[in-house]
């Protein structure tokens, strides 16, 4: 399923609460560092933080930036998550091994492979948080 927002508010807000979706399911989320367009205000210091927390790209060997893990149980990484989600190259989530969450190139549009009860629960609470430009298309 395509679920897409006219605001970056309306993003956030769903970011916000398809993260604690995937944190209470267990899954493996991961984030890209890298953005096309330069960031402002709170995404650039989730930005910042997180890219500083990882490293400098190739200090260990590979890219620090590409992949990083994600522990959405944490609020400071759910915040870093809701922020910066759909404004960087890509970010992730697998259940037992299976894609279940994608964002892709800095669009106000992610992909989910969720139960429809657990999308249910987050069109729901999306609603309820004050989103109003959202379009679920399955």
Same mark, same amino acid.
């Given at each position: 399923m395509q679920i897409t927002a006219q605001s970056d508010t309306d993003m956030e807000i769903l970011s916000e609460q398809i993260g604690?979706?995937?944190? +209470?399911?267990? +899954?493996?989320?991961?984030?890209?560092?890298?953005a096309d367009d330069e960031l402002a205000g709170e995404p650039a210091i989730s930005?910042? +933080?997180m890219r500083e927390a990882a490293g400098t790209p190739?200090?260990?060997?590979?890219?620090q930036w590409m992949g990083v893990a994600l522990n959405l149980g944490s609020e400071t990484d759910l915040q870093h998550f809701t922020r910066? +989600?759909?404004? *960087?190259?890509?970010?992730?989530?697998?259940?037992?091994?299976?894609? *279940?969450f994608s964002t892709v190139e800095n669009e106000l549009r992610v992909w *989910?492979?969720?139960?429809?009860?657990? *999308?249910?629960?987050?069109?729901?609470?999306?609603?309820a948080a004050g989103a109003t430009s959202l379009d679920y298309v399955s």
């Open positions: 604690r979706r995937l944190a +209470a399911l267990g +899954a493996d989320v991961t984030i890209d560092l890298y930005l910042k +933080a190739g200090s260990r060997g590979g890219d910066l +989600a759909h404004r *960087v190259i890509g970010s992730e989530a697998f259940l037992d091994g299976n894609l *279940v *989910v492979d969720l139960p429809a009860d657990v *999308v249910e629960e987050i069109r729901t609470a999306t609603l």
